[in-house]
């Protein structure tokens, strides 16, 4: 059974960094892209970012790049997402999704049941 | 970028009916390469459909995609308790990857 699990989140002063973890089970990571894709308190999902299965290939949503990098260790079954110089606008459900496709023409065949952050003061 | 707009934005309906779900895209998605989620609130989104219209494993026949170009649809042809969710659709045909805004199916 596939089983991917968001930890890290919490609140965080605006200008902070906090970094968000995903342990993923259940299949051969390092077969596979992953994800985070997020979700403000009210809004629909927004996908953040995604790496390729060795690393090789990262791409960023405008709205966190330069602020959030991706990394995953293949030895540990693991996504990470490090966020720095955070925002209110950054509060949400942050989501590890195992993504299915070509290099980047992906869809998101598992996801984890999320993490929350929020940034407040 | 390509933006995805789903309609309506609630749909109140009751057990055993059928429901069409709209997604508009901005331009035209290549390869109909479209996904449908479904989301509850507290647990994981489910991928229920891929490439417009192939059903995920494990997903009932109830659910159906269709659409190409810029139109696309999910249809639950007998809605079952189970399905009042948040539907969701993606595109993967162009970067960076978008959703819609969401179609909430609620019980009337």
């Known amino acids: 059974e596939v089983q991917l699990v968001e930890s890290g989140g919490g609140l965080v002063q605006p200008g902070r960094s906090l970094r968000l973890s995903c342990a993923a089970s259940g299949f051969t990571f390092d077969d596979y892209a992953m994800h985070w894709v997020r979700q403000a308190p009210g809004k629909g999902l927004e996908w953040v970012s995604g790496i390729s299965w060795n690393g090789g290939n990262i791409g960023y949503a405008d709205s966190v790049k330069g602020r959030f990098t991706i990394s995953r260790d293949n030895a540990k079954n693991s996504l990470y997402l490090q966020m720095f110089s955070l925002t209110a606008e950054d509060t949400a459900f942050y989501f590890c999704?195992?993504?299915?496709?070509?290099?980047?023409?992906?869809?998101?065949?598992?996801w984890g049941q999320g993490t929350l952050v929020t940034v407040s003061s | 970028e390509i933006v995805l707009t789903q309609s309506p934005g609630t749909l109140s309906l009751s057990p055993g009916e059928r429901t069409t779900l709209s997604c508009r895209a901005s331009?035209?998605?290549?390869?109909?390469?479209v996904a449908w989620y479904q989301h509850k609130p507290g647990q994981a989104p489910r991928l229920l459909i891929y490439d417009a219209s192939n059903r995920a494993t494990g997903i009932p026949d109830r659910f159906s995609g269709s659409g190409s170009g810029t139109d696309f649809t999910l249809t639950i042809s007998r809605l079952e308790p189970e399905d009042f969710a948040v539907y969701y659709c993606q595109q993967y045909g162009s970067s960076p990857l978008t959703f819609g805004g969401g179609t909430k199916v609620e019980i009337k």
């Open positions: 331009q035209s998605v290549s390869s109909s390469y």
């Open positions: 999704a195992k993504g299915r496709g070509d290099f980047w023409k992906y869809y998101f065949d598992y």
